[in-house]
């Protein structure tokens, strides 16, 4: 998909304005470029497998924004920017519907990187379901939306490196025996960051609860940053009307003693279990930077909007955010490709018979100096590490930290670089120039904040920095959180032979 595409655009549509992939399997639906816009449409999904929907941004939908619906599997969405949708005739659809549900026994989903603009209902998980389902929630950024992120029933939800940003009513909700893990999120003025159905801060100053009366589920919190909001309460400190139960360790298993107060629920450990799928959750240090810088469409898409503090406690529309996506328009001219030319045949004249031409005697060429003296190489080298080829090989540089192939792809000269050192707490890279040298590091083009060298902030111009080094010890550390996708050193021709270099990829320049 390519640019703006309106729902007037669309023959087919179903009559509450979505687009149906319905029964099929093995599908990716991706958006191109930074622009790709669904404007008053949404997707249904329903009995479908192995399907990936991205680097979509949805726009005044008629109903729910995605909606996976009855009997999916191996269901993907990730890197998309949903934003309001139309009004509905319920009270609490002034936003919209849902912007990201799962129900109907949708199972083994996944919803990452997504980019939620004030939705008024993030995403509702499980509906009607009556068995267990698995639904992983990670790095989406729940941008100043109100509430659901998710509210779950029955379902087994892990919900890890997410960032919680200004969310007026709640954060996570569970309900009728679901089970939910979560760890290393970012609250930040999140009203309650985590419910249990009709106890705790969920019944506290007005007893009624947030969810329809339904039993309560269980959580699990670990190692999250919960920072300005009105209400938490652990298990630690109160057994019976508590919010979730926090974990001092990752693989702690909750006791069974810990029930809720509806409905008798425990937590169900799926956690510790020797069925879960391995993974490396983010430092929640990183987490805000992460989800900040790579959630919702490549490069962040072609919408900006920056909300206030008084967006933080508000759960009403922001009008001026309304005005600005029903005035949306697509910057795209024009698309390539696709045309015929027709073409005139073109009738050669009569040739004509060429005339003789005598032969030519060459005369003996003159035999050329030879200058004897050997040619020298140029003034300078390079020592380059490409983290797409070399992962963190190398015998120049000292590197630690975590790589990744999740990121964007950078193209840096005729270079395509795919996988990258993320730029955490925990990274370094420790080297030594015996000369003069220029230092050059490549990260995402988008990244225009600071990388520490040698223990000073040097800041960015569309992903690369450039500097000069003295001789001596240098390292390079995390400023902001970002992506190094290549390094490179340019040493003075006198550089000194050196052992670290013998098989490190030198380039003559």
Not at 113 to 137: R, W
Not at 282 to 299: F, H, K, L, P, Q
Not at 478 to 505: C, P, W
Request: proline content about 3%.
């Amino acid at each position: 998909m390519i640019g703006e595409i309106k729902g007037s655009d669309i023959i087919g549509l179903n009559s509450s304005g979505y687009l149906q992939l319905k029964g099929i399997y093995n599908v990716t639906f991706e958006g191109v470029g930074e622009d790709t816009t669904v404007y008053k449409w949404g997707f249904l999904i329903r009995d479908s497998h192995n399907v990936e929907l991205r680097n979509v941004g949805i726009m005044l939908f008629p109903d729910d924004a995605i909606s996976l619906d009855t009997g999916n599997e191996n269901i993907w969405i990730h890197n998309n920017d949903i934003f309001y949708g139309s009004a509905g005739s319920d009270v609490d659809q002034a936003k919209g519907d849902g912007s990201a549900d799962v129900k109907g026994k949708s199972t083994y989903v996944t919803i990452s990187y997504n980019h939620f603009y004030d939705s008024g209902k993030a995403s509702l998980c499980g509906m009607s379901d009556t068995e267990e389902f698995f639904v992983t929630y990670h790095h989406n950024w729940f941008d100043h939306s109100d509430s659901r992120h998710p509210r779950i029933r029955v379902g087994t939800v892990h919900i890890y490196n997410n960032y919680f940003d200004g969310n007026s009513k709640y954060g996570v909700g569970v309900t009728k025996g679901s089970s939910a893990f979560v760890e290393a999120s970012d609250f930040r003025n999140t009203k309650y960051p985590m419910l249990i159905s009709l106890q705790g801060s969920d019944i506290y100053g007005n007893g009624k609860g947030n969810f329809s009366g339904e039993s309560g589920g269980m959580i699990k919190a670990y190692n999250n940053k919960i920072s300005g909001e009105s209400r938490i309460v652990y298990a630690s400190q109160n057994s019976t009307q508590f919010d979730a139960y926090l974990a001092i360790s990752r693989n702690e298993i909750v006791p069974s003693t810990y029930k809720t107060l509806s409905g008798a629920n425990t937590y169900n450990n799926f956690d510790t279990s020797s069925k879960m799928y391995e993974y490396t959750p983010d430092n929640i240090e990183d987490v805000r930077g992460i989800v900040t810088n790579y959630s919702g469409r490549v490069n962040g898409g072609d919408f900006e909007w920056k909300f206030t503090s008084a967006d933080d406690i508000s759960s009403s529309v922001n009008i001026e955010l309304m005005n600005a996506i029903k005035g949306y328009k697509s910057q795209l001219i024009s698309i390539g490709g696709g045309s015929i030319e027709t073409l005139e045949p073109v009738i050669p004249d009569e040739p004509q018979q060429p005339e003789e031409i005598p032969p030519v005697t060459p005369e003996e060429p003159e035999k050329p100096e030879v200058d004897q003296t050997p040619s020298t190489p140029d003034e300078s080298i390079i020592v380059k590490h490409n983290f797409t080829t070399d992962n963190k090989s190398s015998n120049f540089f000292d590197i630690s930290g975590n790589l990744s192939s999740t990121k964007v792809t950078v193209k840096y000269n005729d270079l395509k670089l795919t996988k990258c050192l993320k730029m955490e707490s925990s990274t370094s890279i420790k080297f030594i120039t015996e000369n003069n040298s220029k230092l050059i590091l490549v990260l995402n083009s988008t990244f225009n904040k600071d990388v520490v060298i040698d223990g000073q902030e040097y800041t960015a111009n569309n992903g690369v920095i450039e500097m000069e080094l003295e001789v001596g010890e240098h390292i390079i550390t995390k400023g902001d959180t970002g992506n190094l996708y290549y390094i490179g050193l340019e040493i003075n021709k006198t550089f000194k032979a050196n052992e670290r270099l013998n098989s490190q990829q030198v380039l003559y320049i």
